[in-house]
T-cell receptor, first 115, second 113 residues
Framework: NAGVTQTPKFRVLKTGQSMTLLCAQD?????MYWYRQDPGMGLRLIHY???????AKGEVPDGYNVSRLKKQNFLLGLESAAPSQTSVYFC??????????????FGPGTRLTVL | AQSVAQPEDQVNVAEGNPLTVKCTYS??????LFWYVQYPNRGLQFLLK??????LVKGSYGFEAEFNKSQTSFHLKKPSALVSDSALYFC???????????FGKGTMLLVSP
């Protein structure tokens, strides 16, 4: 099992450009999440999905869109990148488990720089 | 809304000494609490979780955490620190309604030889 994978690993954009980050998981998890990590801020939830075809906003959704067309994939889009979106982006997936713990499994991250 | 606080930005400990990384939480209802570790340039790895049951939870790599309901704390501990334990540690609490996690800001653990 590859677990959770993210593509690309690094990207540099100019202000106003668009891009899509791809997250894939091979664990058959229903739930998937996108976070951003900034120094001193911890991880903040951008959007999440509780199943194929469903998405919901997290704590910091502005400037981002997501899609979950297939259960194993969760895409994060930036339509018009801004320097404030320079960050490290993490994808995660989870399942309820026997006790409903929803332990999350994380990908390796995408480091995005917006100039 | 639920929240967690990690009061220390950094914890320094000598190898072989016990370590504690602090976390306090605020939730309505019963808490679902987690600890994750992040090594440089890597994603987060699950260490342990508290859902119900014993207040002392054992996890990966010799770590354990003590749940204290009266003090609303969930401190991470290890009896004898290793240099390889040096990493960024995150405490998190789960929102039961949506199965999302709210993370603390993280604590950098530095273990010196």
């Amino acid at each position: 099992n590859a677990g959770v994978t993210q593509t690309p690993k690094f990207r540099v954009l100019k202000t106003g450009q668009s891009m899509t980050l791809l997250c894939a998981q091979d664990m058959n998890h229903e739930y998937m999440y996108w976070y951003r990590q900034d120094p001193g801020m911890g991880l903040r939830l951008i959007h999440y999905s509780v199943g194929e075809g469903t998405t919901a906003k997290g704590e910091v959704p502005d400037g981002y869109n997501v899609s979950r067309l297939k259960k194993q994939n969760f895409l994060l889009g930036l339509e018009s990148a801004a320097p404030s979106q320079t960050s490290v982006y993490f994808c995660a997936s989870s399942y309820p488990g026997l006790a409903g713990g929803h332990e999350q499994f994380f990908g390796p991250g995408t480091r995005l720089t917006v100039l | 809304a639920q929240s967690v606080a990690q009061p220390e930005d950094q914890v320094n400990v000598a190898e072989g000494n016990p370590l504690t990384v602090k976390c306090t939480y605020s939730v309505s209802g019963n808490p679902y609490l987690f600890w994750y570790v992040q090594y440089p340039n890597r994603g987060l790895q699950f260490l342990l979780k508290y859902i119900t049951g014993d207040n002392l939870v054992k996890g990966s790599y010799g770590f354990e955490a003590e749940f204290n309901k009266s003090q609303t704390s969930f401190h991470l501990k290890k009896p004898s620190a290793l240099v390889s334990d040096s990493a960024l540690y995150f405490c998190a609490v789960r929102d039961i309604r949506y199965s999302t996690l709210t993370f603390g800001k993280g604590t950098m653990l530095l273990v010196s030889p």
